[in-house]
């Protein structure tokens, strides 16, 4: 019919006409209803004049392409904005005025698209709409959550670019908020998305603007909403920051939150490990102190009764040992490894290893001491001590720096300990490196050294367990049991070697 009244002499169809016809067909049944509305829309084209797409005819497509499935539909609705905005740009034809619903339609197509293209047109389309509310299109009225979904797209792809956008947006977010907009205010979603992407890509930027957050929704009079997700996402990239004050931050937020009468906020065990995991990258005594002092105050109320206490997993006990035998309180780690067996937290392997790795890589004299003391204390503890444990507890022995009855001592506790090793079949390449690492630094010249050293070396050439670090240390030692290019049957078993 409409054809018919088309080839009228004295009628002149508008979209209004065609609109009537479109809205029919993509409510139809019609397997090929939207093939159908396609060629429908491309007529209206050819037609030209006042017969062109409008408004309703441009959303009734892009919202039909956004329920469907086929594969370039997402590359369509985009080329239809794209001619919504030539013709209401170029050529002037108002009727074809954009608004929030095209372009958020498109907006949420690309973010749910595997195209890779897709990021850099989410970005152009959210422009595009931030453009149209500049000139003056009272039809566009940009929100949070276009923002949001914006940002949570570019948060999948962990580039430099994408989170140089994400930055962008977030400014441009805050800056709106602070000019008085209540429509476009970052909120937890934002945040989150935004901590995600550049704890990936720069994990200090991630600790500064959860500091920022988490200090503005202490500090504030209002109620800052901060769901589950979000309060661990500000912790987690507090966790990743090598800053003393983002620990403290992170510690100070979460007896916030214990304090307060928030329902928006499920505190966990994993979200208390965060906090413990945060002091652990700052091996100084301030923050052994503090550690220290946060996991008393939780022990203390959980033995006193309260068992709303949230305590960490053995996870967050582990993290706390490293300050603590990173800055000689070897003894107060222990002590509370007894208390968290009382409380039926059952350490393992890991919690030992953290202790000896933090008696290790620094100067000390009485490093040997200390991990031969975890040592025996994880040999009752375990039933199988891992290659890992043994390699950690040689380590901290090679960095023993002191009196030579010191150093003494220290290179036989490494000798000892690399024995149980070898008695135990737990003994790799690194384990090897290291027990000639410390024969390295403890003794104080070569004959020593390759007294200790030969039957070392002729012993892990038998294994074929020479591997990059053993070769490192001996070419130190110039020595000449290693040839220019080792044995294959020398290297055979190394997993570390070049």
Same mark, same amino acid.
């Given at each position: 019919?409409?054809?018919?009244?088309?080839?009228?002499?004295?009628?002149?169809?508008?979209?209004?006409?065609?609109?009537?016809?479109?809205?029919?067909?993509?409510?139809?049944?019609?397997?090929?209803?939207?093939?159908?509305?396609e060629?429908l829309?491309?007529?209206?084209?050819?037609?030209?004049?006042? @017969? !062109?797409?409008?408004?309703?005819?441009?959303?009734?497509?892009?919202? @039909?392409l956004?329920?469907?499935?086929?594969?370039?539909? @997402?590359?369509?609705?985009?080329?239809?904005?794209?001619?919504?905005?030539?013709?209401?740009?170029?050529?002037?034809?108002?009727?074809?005025?954009?608004?929030s619903?095209?372009?958020?339609?498109?907006?949420?197509?690309?973010?749910?698209?595997?195209?890779?293209?897709?990021?850099?047109?989410?970005?152009?389309?959210?422009?595009?709409?931030?453009?149209?509310?500049?000139?003056?299109n009272?039809?566009?009225?940009?929100?949070?959550?276009?923002?949001?979904?914006? =940002?949570?797209?570019?948060?999948l792809?962990?580039?430099?670019?994408?989170?140089?956008?994400?930055?962008?947006?977030?400014?441009?977010?805050?800056?709106r908020?602070?000019?008085?907009?209540?429509?476009?205010?970052?909120? =937890?979603?934002?945040?989150?998305?935004?901590?995600?992407?550049?704890?990936?890509?720069?994990?200090?930027?991630?600790?500064?603007?959860a500091?920022?957050?988490?200090?503005?929704?202490?500090?504030?009079?209002?109620?800052?909403?901060?769901?589950?997700? #979000?309060?661990?996402?500000?912790? $987690?990239a507090?966790?990743?920051?090598?800053?003393?004050?983002?620990?403290?931050?992170?510690?100070?937020?979460?007896?916030?939150i214990?304090?307060?009468?928030?329902?928006?906020?499920v505190?966990?065990?994993?979200?208390?490990?965060?906090?413990?995991i945060?002091?652990?990258?700052?091996?100084?005594?301030?923050?052994a102190?503090?550690?220290?002092?946060?996991?008393?105050?939780?022990? $203390?109320?959980?033995?006193? #009764?309260?068992?709303?206490?949230?305590?960490?997993?053995?996870v967050?006990f582990?993290?706390?040992?490293?300050?603590?035998?990173?800055?000689?309180?070897?003894?107060? @780690?222990?002590s509370?490894?007894?208390? =968290?067996?009382?409380?039926?937290?059952?350490?393992?392997?890991?919690?030992?290893?953290?202790?000896?790795?933090?008696?290790?890589?620094?100067?000390?004299?009485?490093?040997?001491?200390?991990?031969?003391?975890?040592?025996?204390?994880?040999?009752?503890?375990?039933?199988?001590?891992?290659?890992?444990?043994?390699?950690?507890?040689?380590?901290?022995?090679?960095?023993?720096?002191?009196?030579?009855?010191?150093?003494?001592?220290?290179?036989? =506790?490494?000798?000892?300990?690399?024995?149980?090793?070898?008695?135990?079949?737990?003994?790799?390449?690194?384990?090897?490196?290291?027990?000639?690492?410390?024969?390295?630094?403890?003794?104080?010249?070569?004959?020593?050294?390759?007294?200790?050293?030969?039957?070392?070396?002729?012993?892990?050439a038998?294994? #074929?367990?020479?591997?990059?670090?053993?070769?490192?240390?001996?070419?130190?030692?110039?020595? !000449?049991?290693?040839p220019?290019?080792?044995?294959?049957?020398?290297?055979k078993?190394?997993?570390?070697?070049?």
């Open positions: 019919m409409l054809e018919h009244m088309i080839d009228e002499p004295h009628f002149e169809p508008t979209s209004a006409n065609f609109n009537i016809l479109l809205n029919a067909i993509l409510k139809s049944k019609s397997e090929r209803k939207l093939e159908e509305a060629e829309v491309a007529q209206m084209q050819d037609i030209g004049g006042d @017969a !062109r797409p409008d408004s309703a005819s441009f959303n009734m497509i892009i919202s @039909a956004s329920r469907s499935n086929t594969p370039d539909a @997402a590359e369509k609705a985009v080329d239809y904005l794209r001619s919504m905005l030539r013709l209401y740009k170029n050529d002037g034809y108002g009727k074809a005025k954009p608004d619903f095209a372009f958020n339609c498109v907006i949420n197509m690309l973010a749910r698209s595997k195209h890779e293209w897709a990021y850099e047109v989410i970005q152009r389309t959210l422009s595009a709409m931030e453009a149209q509310e500049r000139q003056g009272a039809s566009v009225l940009l929100d949070t959550i276009t923002y949001n979904v914006v =940002i949570g797209k570019l948060a792809s962990a580039t430099i670019t994408n989170a140089k956008k994400v930055m962008k947006l977030l400014a441009t977010m805050e800056a908020a602070e000019s008085g907009s209540t429509a476009v205010v970052p909120d =937890i979603i934002t945040y989150t998305n935004v901590l995600k992407l550049q704890g990936k890509v720069n994990p200090q930027r991630a600790a500064s603007i500091s920022s957050y988490l200090t503005r929704a202490m500090s504030s009079d209002e109620r800052i909403f901060i769901d589950r997700v #979000g309060f661990y996402t500000l912790l $987690h507090l966790s990743r920051s090598n800053k003393f004050e983002d620990a403290v931050t992170a510690r100070n937020a979460w007896e916030w214990e304090k307060s009468d928030r329902v928006d906020v505190l966990t065990s994993e979200a208390c490990n965060l906090v413990t945060a002091y652990s990258k700052n091996k100084t005594e301030e923050a102190a503090e550690v220290l002092s946060f996991l008393s105050d939780l022990i $203390h109320r959980y033995r006193q #009764g309260d068992k709303d206490t949230v305590l960490p997993t053995k967050g582990s993290a706390a040992f490293i300050p603590l035998c990173a800055t000689n309180r070897t003894n107060d @780690a222990l509370l490894l007894k208390i =968290i067996k009382a409380l039926n937290i059952v350490p393992d392997a890991g919690c030992y290893i953290s202790m000896l790795s933090a008696l290790a890589g620094r100067k000390s004299t009485n490093g040997a001491v200390y991990a031969h003391k975890v040592f025996q204390q994880m040999k009752e503890d375990l039933e199988d001590v891992p290659t890992a444990a043994f390699n950690a507890a040689i380590n901290a022995c090679a960095w023993v720096s002191g009196s030579p009855v010191g150093e003494r001592k220290a290179l036989e =506790i490494a000798f000892e300990i690399f024995q149980q090793a070898r008695k135990e079949n737990s003994y790799d390449s690194v384990t090897f490196g290291l027990i000639i690492k410390a024969c390295m630094h403890l003794s104080k010249d070569d004959n020593a050294r390759m007294k200790l050293i030969q039957p070392v070396f002729e012993l892990c038998k294994n #074929g367990l020479v591997g990059s670090m053993v070769e490192r240390e001996m070419r130190h030692l110039a020595s !000449r049991l290693i220019g290019k080792l044995p294959q049957e020398w290297t078993n190394a997993k570390d070697k070049k």
